[in-house]
């Protein structure tokens, strides 16, 4: 179980970007965070993987504090993190790549397997390098395939469908909905889709920093898309 307790995260400029934000993510759950562009959510991705620390609060990870651990050692306790914006690696491969991540070399059914699990042919892809000449889909994808073989206790993915194609994003769905129900280990998914929302266990909405809204797909799902209030500080329209 991963639990944030009481987070803030101040910018560098002064800015308050994440004000006293709790939740939990219970063990072999799908919860999603969802909420507006600048809510705060890649932020919240970020302290969970290790790559920022928190400026107050404690993050739990199966009850050891981990708030003070880098991203290795993070990612050695049992924690994926797939980038919104994946990061390249210009002279390794695929294989090379999907490896690492497993943690141990792997024979070529299990390089097509990872592949073909995100829909990219493993003939075609293996040997290529993860370089600029990927399209922004692609190395989504190859992302993707690399945070599901490492099979984590706790696999994050910010946004996993930013630049996915429609067809794609349907074999996302399908990939999700089997990690799903296999209950091994707990995935927590930033999105904006209704589809991956719609497969959620739990939904955590965060908006302005805060955790607006947290509880059972059930409870929270009516809640949102509701029309949203205009900006505070705009004129009102017909003025
Ligand atoms: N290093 C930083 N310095 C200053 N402000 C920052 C920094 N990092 C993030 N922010 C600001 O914090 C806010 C939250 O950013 P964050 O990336 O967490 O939003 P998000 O909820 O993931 O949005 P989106 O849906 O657009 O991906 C934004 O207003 C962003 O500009
Ligand atoms: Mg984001």
Not at 74 to 89: L, W
Not at 149 to 171: K, M, Y
Not at 184 to 212: F, W, Y
């Amino acid at each position: 179980m991963l639990e944030l307790k009481n987070i803030s995260w101040k910018a560098e400029d002064g800015a308050d970007i994440l004000k006293d934000v709790s939740f939990v993510v219970p063990d072999n759950k799908f919860v999603v965070i969802t909420g507006p562009n600048g809510g705060g959510k890649t932020t919240t991705a970020k302290l969970i993987a290790g790559l920022m620390a928190p400026t107050s609060g404690q993050i739990i990870f199966d009850g050891t504090d981990i708030t003070k651990l880098g991203a290795t050692e993070r990612a050695k306790t049992g924690i994926g993190y797939a980038f919104q914006q994946p990061v390249r690696f210009k002279g390794i491969t695929v294989r090379e790549l999907i490896e690492m991540a497993a943690g141990k070399a792997l024979n070529e059914a299990d390089i097509c397997h990872a592949l073909t699990e995100v829909g990219l042919c493993a003939n075609e892809y293996a040997d290529r390098e993860v370089n600029a000449s990927l399209s922004g889909g692609e190395i989504k994808r190859i992302e993707i395939a690399t945070v599901l073989a490492r099979h984590t206790e706790l696999s994050v993915f910010d946004e996993p469908e930013a630049g996915i194609d429609l067809w794609s994003f349907t074999n996302l769905i399908e990939i999700f909905t089997r990690h799903r129900e296999s209950r091994k280990g707990s995935m927590l998914v930033v999105s904006h889709q209704e589809r991956l929302l719609n497969i959620a266990d739990e939904i955590i909405v965060i908006a302005d920093g805060k955790v607006t809204k947290q509880g059972t797909r059930e409870e929270i799902l009516p809640t949102l898309f509701t029309t949203g209030k205009a900006c505070k500080s705009c004129p009102k329209q017909g003025n």
